[in-house]
């Protein structure tokens, strides 16, 4: 089915900046029952995959060049893979939330180049006329 939504911005990020907020807060904030730290880190996950969903979908979209939308949503994406980066290396945080850090950069730069990618590959087989198909012949 074609999708009908139009470009977005503030989703990717949003979702971004949820799936870090969230892993962060399942390593950090002191005293956590392990139930909870297993749930963050569920909801993490699942938010993690909305992330990967919605980017498909922008990346996807069928629109015949590249546009404002995508750039901004390159940016933010690379923002926050800079941003989880610094606070990997800042030495006052504690190893857990270093670990999630790193992950988190990972995490973003891969998107970042996922979207960039599949945004490219969209808007090339747009651009390309695919090949007619030749009318079945009637039977007569």
């Known amino acids: ?12 990020s949003g979702l971004a900046v949820l799936v870090g907020g969230t892993a962060i807060a399942a390593v950090a904030g002191g005293a956590h029952s392990i139930f ?22 922008q990346a996807r979209r069928h629109t015949v060049s590249w546009t404002a939308p995508d750039t901004i949503n390159t940016i933010l994406l690379t923002a926050w893979s800079v941003l989880a980066l610094t606070g990997t290396v800042l030495a006052a945080v504690p190893l857990p939330v270093r670990a999630v850090g790193l992950l988190l950069t990972l995490g973003y730069a891969l998107s970042t180049a996922y979207f960039v990618t599949e945004r490219r590959r969209t808007i090339s087989r747009i651009a390309t006329p695919t090949a007619e198909v030749p009318a079945a012949a009637e039977p007569g």
């Open 36 to 57: 909870s730290t297993i749930l963050l880190g569920m909801l993490a996950t699942g938010l993690g995959h909305a992330l990967l969903t919605e980017i498909q979908r």
């Open 1 to 12: 089915m074609r999708e009908r939504r139009g470009a977005r911005v503030g989703t990717v």
